[in-house]
């Protein structure tokens, strides 16, 4: 199978078979035949019983059914993404209130309109209040999210329409509290508790939903410590390195370390080039915390998800930072055959083979500068014989935040930026929007689907917004860009992002995909559907708004796509989950489901039939709006 296509990436592929360096791919490849009952989400190992593997009308040896396995895994694989998710929210939130109580001075407040918009969201006045006394009443807030309460949680009940959350309380999935709902998942599905499929999976539902609300919390504290993004042009793919620099990588998801790193590390550029780099310190970026620092200081993107390990085996990378979250052990094994410092910061992730330097809030800028001197340090063991940069890179737009976008959007109508919006979804130039998200899969010819749904999508005039990993593929493949826009988007959405672009000032168009953050920030998406469907009085179960992960791969995007179904989208998933072996489950996500809360799955793994179902999905929406 082919594994990429992604031209930079081939080239180093071609590096790591020819030297015998394993790679992800490698590793896959050596898995094989991989197990049918794990794929079909029918193996249960719950208790010392187990492993059970069940098919048909089998039962495991407690006597639970493929269903009731099936609906629980999947509870499980939910309640996983959340708890990284609102883990993410809980540090950001910490961090707010040291800052506010003046135990973090390298965190001072950046963006007051953002936490004055919050806290009123929120229900907190905001009249007369210093800015570190309105941080701390927010972070408080924040903090008391995870816990039980008497009532639902604050960032999942504010951040939804009336009619959301409506729904959410009829059918009992309104959490009220991030840390209890993913507790009551693994109570739930443990040995001997529940064993109804339908419940478990309205029980994974709740869990998806406090998923929403911490990483809803996630990019609104990112914003207010460290500025709402707005558009930046930036370059991505492995051609940002550079064979004259200090090259330093930051990866993970986090922005609280890399964000200061971001700030510093031309500081010590002076002693970069003294060791003999003449560029300096080159700073690149790695998965989504590729995208924080892409968003906030235009740092370009180096690769994401799958191709991680490339970085490392173009010779050129000095060092790279982790902090927690989609980063492959494989990294310590290829960071190996070269010179790169693989760098641990966090005390929840630390591989061996990497170097441990812990991080804290009170010391960011000190901990910050030591990781750089260790790249520098790196930098003299360099052997220029095996650097090899591939002289791929594209330009990217990004840095869409929901506040970007409605800023270019005032260009056209100040008094009510988002009219041109909606008049131009009734008119048809603008058919409806998907959002893609997730990762890269390695089962998946790394960016295939992602491109080919996006040209489909965009030449029938469907507004397409991307975020994490996928928004990743789509700088890697230039489609950032208003040069794409005016080679794949169709005549309608063509003239709209030509119109919006140079309203806004850019001289064209809009990049053909809007780049909106890092995987967290699906919740900016989801405030703009809020928005539209808050003017047009009407629920978000109506909008002709669709979801695609069609490269998903981890937990997180598993809680992603349950939340959106929740929240009314028809969300495509393009690797077909572990769900197959149950058949009722099966049934509820891409059927039943859709009775309840308006969004259901659609599973399907070819991207060009998976883009028609979309638009035939988007087109049962815009008649049921009779638009």
Not at 104 to 118: G, M, T
Not at 482 to 498: H, M, Q, W
Not at 511 to 538: E, Y
Request: contains cysteine; hydrophobic residues 45%.
């Amino acid at each position: 199978m082919e594994r990429t296509i992604d031209l930079a990436s081939k080239a180093i592929l071609q590096i790591a078979e020819r030297e015998g360096y394993p790679t992800i791919w490698d590793r896959f490849a050596a898995q094989m035949p991989q197990c049918g009952f794990g794929e079909l989400g029918t193996c249960c190992r719950i208790c010392l019983q187990g492993p059970c593997r069940v098919r048909g009308a089998q039962l495991g040896a407690c006597g639970a059914t493929a269903d009731a396995i099936v609906a629980r895994n999947l509870a499980r694989a939910i309640a996983a993404g959340t708890a990284a998710h609102s883990g993410h929210a809980k540090h950001l939130a910490h961090t707010l209130l040291r800052s506010a109580q003046g135990q973090a001075a390298d965190y001072p407040i950046k963006d007051e309109a953002k936490l004055k918009a919050v806290a009123a969201r929120l229900g907190i006045p905001a009249d007369g209040k210093a800015a570190d006394e309105l941080a701390r009443e927010v972070a408080q807030v924040a903090l008391a999210d995870f816990s039980e309460k008497q009532t639902p949680v604050a960032w999942a009940a504010t951040n939804v329409t009336q009619g959301r959350v409506e729904t959410f309380l009829k059918h009992g999935v309104m959490p009220t509290g991030i840390d209890s709902a993913i507790s009551e998942v693994m109570h739930r599905t443990t040995y001997g508790c529940d064993a109804d499929p339908v419940n478990l999976l309205l029980g994974g539902i709740k869990c998806a939903l406090a998923d929403f609300a911490g990483m809803h919390m996630a990019t609104d504290l990112a914003d207010i410590l460290f500025s709402t993004p707005k558009p930046v042009v930036t370059q991505a793919n492995l051609g940002v390195l550079k064979p004259d620099a200090v090259n330093i990588a930051v990866h993970g998801h986090n922005p609280v370390l890399s964000d200061v790193i971001a700030q510093v590390a031309h500081e010590l550029d002076e002693e970069a080039r003294a060791v003999g780099a003449p560029g300096g310190v080159n700073l690149v970026g790695i998965c989504c915390t590729g995208n924080e620092v892409l968003m906030r200081h235009g740092i370009p993107s180096a690769t994401h998800s799958v191709s991680q390990e490339l970085a490392v085996l173009t010779g050129a990378l000095d060092a790279i930072v982790v902090e927690y979250q989609c980063i492959m052990p494989g990294l310590a094994t290829v960071a190996e055959c070269y010179h790169t410092r693989l760098i641990t910061t966090m005390p929840i992730t630390k591989i061996p083979g990497a170097t441990h330097i812990e991080f804290s809030e009170e010391k960011a800028r000190e901990t910050a500068l030591k990781i750089i001197r260790q790249g520098i340090e790196a930098f003299k063991q360099r052997d220029p014989k095996k650097v090899n940069i591939p002289p791929h890179r594209s330009t990217a737009v990004a840095g869409f935040s929901t506040e970007a976008i409605v800023e270019a959007l005032s260009q056209v109508n100040a008094e009510d930026p988002l009219k041109p919006l909606i008049d131009n979804i009734v008119n048809g130039n603008v058919q409806g929007v998907c959002l893609f998200a997730g990762c890269n899969n390695v089962r998946v010819p790394q960016d295939s689907s992602f491109i080919a749904m996006a040209k489909e999508l965009a030449s029938k005039n469907v507004l397409l917004l991307a975020t994490g990993c996928g928004a990743g593929a789509f700088a890697r493949h230039g489609l950032l860009t208003g040069d794409a826009t005016s080679e794949y988007a169709g005549d309608g959405l063509k003239a709209v992002l030509t119109a919006v672009g140079q309203a806004a000032g850019l001289g064209g168009p809009l990049p053909l995909v809007l780049h909106m953050g890092s995987c967290v920030d699906n919740t900016r998406a989801a405030d703009v559907a809020v928005a539209v469907a808050n003017k047009l009085g009407v629920d978000l179960d109506r909008l002709p708004v669709v979801a695609s992960a069609p490269e998903a791969t981890t937990e997180k995007a598993i809680a992603i796509g349950t939340w959106a179904v929740a929240a009314g989208l028809p969300t495509h998933v393009g690797v077909v989950p572990p769900v197959l072996g149950g058949p009722a489950v099966a049934k509820v996500l891409t059927e039943d489901v859709k009775s309840l809360f308006g969004g259901y799955f659609i599973v399907e793994t070819d991207p060009v039939m998976a883009a028609e179902k979309l638009v035939g999905a988007i087109e049962e929406r815009r008649r049921g709006l009779a638009i």
